[in-house]
């Protein structure tokens, strides 16, 4: 609605303008104005995003890596080769030497559905309660919100602190009140993967609950004045007119994060590195291919993005779908 | 009065103050809660503002010790605390901190107006004109935000050393603009969907293009959507590790603060307290920005999501 009168007033010019250049002309005076804002933004994603991902493309079915690699410094061309399939056939085969796909992406969706799952029930919690007249409230959301303000790399150090095995304070609790042998909490077990899970449920209810806040302040109030009316108890005004309400902000919430989620590099990378088995999720391994050992294995990390980037476009694109039957758009 | 005058201050006059503002009918219902119900809401919000605040606290703690006290197995809040360690970190003792500091601040900054800027025209092309390639545009902003980007670092590596970028500061940027550009300009845009377009059309009645329409009206009007794309822009590029140690150039002196750290993290496993002190100081900035955006976070932010 809002956009159909500006293309009215865009369609007028061009009609009565004249068309020395013919279709194409017309065409460019029409949109001109829109080409011109989104130019820029057109130019260097295309430039910084597309080559990098087409090549990227490309590289997984060759058997790129550092030995085969151009290398200008010592003036060796490319000597990598076209390899077809192989390495999405070894990746998917679940062999070990190829990371062991479907162990990692077992933890991949754990990370990402435990996080997400979190992020939305602590989000919605703490934005119901922010919603509230209380005293104090701008206080409350300022501190809420501060673990989203803290760059990545210093919450990490302040978590991997914490969860230090020996003088971190969760251990130096568990003495406290009697356990005499308290994990190591960073170390080579499943732990690690729960401790990690922890620190980024902290880092991402922020981002959730300021949404939904915002989701919340556009609910009208007549809606929970009618329900009132009605006799509708608490939990049946949040059940009917609160969930609802947040419907469209929530179906954003989710898709993001679980986008976001599936990818975020910096927190296990910063807490347990790359070298932990235990932590392992798909775009770590990724640049554990990529970066360590001697091999520096291109293909494979770059196998590994392509499978990433097509297991969430399946996701995204069934997720739209069910939504628009439902009468939701989501991005 | 122009148009445009009227316009604005119709729609201001007509258009409730429900952005940002408390929901009204909570005063109705904050009558009729109970005593108890006020202490239970208060404490668990308290209890979650801890645990928000609680690991940071404690590098704040940890920064007054002496790097020995800082590995006790029985950790006390305050144990013979010093400023040493920043004054330490500050004198350069364990590398050219304040100079991590400017290119860090150069850095984030350039990204955070590039970006915004960019974001904005783009965001509000999509809002106002249907033009072919629109959605299309919008969901390869999706799109680009599935992919692992830090597997991009070869091909990445590989362009800006093509167009003579790898190394410099503005290689950098651009990268950092590209991953913030999708959400930003979705943010954007459906913060711009809430501004009405009667404000568009009387600028255009007063004689402004499109491009003075959208710099000398809707822009000032979209602050509270300007404000959080700054922040997420700014966060983008202020901590962020893996870029920058594979496109800025090797000596010492080109490193962000974030990189810088990661060096000395490795060399002096053991000297927390230094660490702790020299992540405060890089907290400080993205804190300063987060607190002067924070009024307009949740207006800024609840208008992406809520469509209509």
Known sequence: ?331 | MTATEAVVQTESRRSPPRRGGPPQRSDGRALRRSPLASVGLHAALIMASFIAIFPIFWVLVTSFKPDENALETTPKLINEPTVNNYSEVLAGDFGPFLTWFGNSLLIAGLTTVIGVFISATTAYAVSRFRFPGRRSMMLSFLVMQMFPFVVLIVPLYNLLLTFGLQGSVIGLVLVYCTTAIPFCTYLLKGYFDTIPIDIDEAGRVDGLSPFGVFWRLILPLARPGIAVTAFYAFLTAWGEVGFASAFLSGNSEGKTLAVGLQSFVSQTQVLWGHLAAASILIALPAVVVFYLVQRSLVSGLAAGGVKG
Do not use: C
Request: charged share 10%.
């Open chain 1, 1 to 331: 609605m809002v956009t159909s009168t500006a293309e009215g007033t865009s369609q007028g010019r061009g009609a009565t303008a004249p068309r020395p250049w013919g279709r194409l002309g017309a065409f460019l005076h029409r949109h001109w104005y829109a080409y011109a804002m989104v130019i820029p933004v057109v130019v260097v994603v295309g430039v910084i995003v597309l080559i990098p991902l087409l090549q990227n493309i490309y590289f997984s079915f060759t058997n790129i890596n550092d030995s085969t690699i151009a290398n200008p410094v010592l003036d060796r061309p490319a000597r990598y080769e076209v390899v077809g399939l192989d390495n999405y056939g070894n990746v998917l085969s679940g062999d070990p030497s190829y990371g062991d796909f479907y162990d990692i992406l077992v933890r991949t969706l754990l990370w990402t559905f435990g996080s997400v799952v979190f992020h939305y029930l602590f989000g919605l919690v703490l934005a119901v309660m922010l919603n509230r007249t209380l005293k104090g409230r701008g206080l409350y959301r300022v501190l809420l919100i501060l673990p989203w303000a803290v760059p990545a790399f210093v919450s990490a150090f302040a978590w991997r602190y914490l969860f230090n095995a020996d003088y971190g304070l969760f251990n130096a609790g568990l003495r406290g009140i009697g356990v005499a042998d308290p994990p190591t909490w960073l170390g080579q077990s499943n732990l690690a993967m729960f401790a990690v899970i922890v620190v980024n449920i902290w880092l991402g209810v922020p981002f959730t609950m300021v949404a939904l806040l915002g989701g919340l302040q556009s609910i009208p109030n007549e809606l929970y004045e009618a329900a009132e009316i009605d006799g509708a108890t608490p939990w049946q005004r949040f059940a009917n007119v609160t969930l609802p309400g947040l419907r469209s902000v929530s179906a954003t919430v989710i898709l993001l994060g679980v986008i976001w989620t599936f990818n975020v590099f910096s927190v296990i990378f910063l807490i347990t590195g790359t070298n932990n088995p235990n932590t392992r999720i798909l775009i770590t391994y990724a640049f554990e291919r990529f970066f360590s050992g001697s091999t520096r294995d291109y293909a494979i990390a770059a196998t590994y993005g392509v499978l990433t980037l097509s297991m969430l476009l399946v996701f995204t694109t069934i997720y739209l779908r069910v939504l628009r039957r439902q009468g939701e758009e989501a991005w």
